[in-house]
């Protein structure tokens, strides 16, 4: 078996992972074979100064996330991540990730979407039913415009009920 140790957050105390042929420990809690492995979602974000990253483990027994926030250009979180799907490759090949940012962030996004959408119709209906002049309305039609139109690619892009599409875990592996 393989110990690894990652800082879940800047402050946070490190914490222990185990990887192995057959399957991996976190933390000193319960083994889990890659046998039982039933789904794996990954998703990363950024924000300022403060990269993150997440891996979901769905397991028959239960669940393992490996969790971090991380400085930028800092390879310790990937690397740990890299090292977790080459073990699940190597036990389980041809299985799949889901890559997403995750549900609450695509309805999130979705919500942000319809009422910029809704906002941008609700405008161009109050300005034509208040009988604006022909002039004004055409100031107003590109901002107008442009506030349906990021409401709509927000509604298509981030529809909450679509899966993600899967992607093979040694293209993720390459990708990070």
Do not use: C
Request: glycine share 14%; aromatic share 8%.
């Amino acid at each position: 078996m393989q110990r690894l140790s990652y800082r879940p957050g800047l402050i946070r105390a490190p914490v222990s992972l185990e990887i192995g042929e057959t399957g991996m420990r976190h933390a000193g809690g319960a083994f889990h074979n890659w046998t039982d492995l039933t789904g794996v979602h990954f998703a990363s974000w950024r924000s300022g100064r403060v990269q993150g990253a997440k891996l979901l483990l769905t397991f028959q027994s239960g669940q393992e996330v490996i969790a971090a926030g991380f400085a930028p250009g800092d390879r310790a979180i990937p690397e740990l991540i890299k090292t977790v799907l080459t073990a699940v490759a190597a036990a389980r090949p041809g299985m799949s990730v889901q890559v997403s940012a995750g549900k609450g962030v695509a309805w999130a996004m979705f919500a942000i979407g319809v009422v910029s959408a809704l906002l941008g119709l609700g405008i161009l209906g109050a300005a034509l039913a208040s009988g604006v002049l022909a002039g004004r309305l055409m100031g107003a039609l590109l901002p107008i415009l442009l506030l349906g139109l990021v409401g709509y690619f927000l509604i298509v892009a981030y529809r909450p009920w679509r899966e993600a599409p899967p992607v093979p875990v040694e293209q993720l592996i390459a990708d990070l």
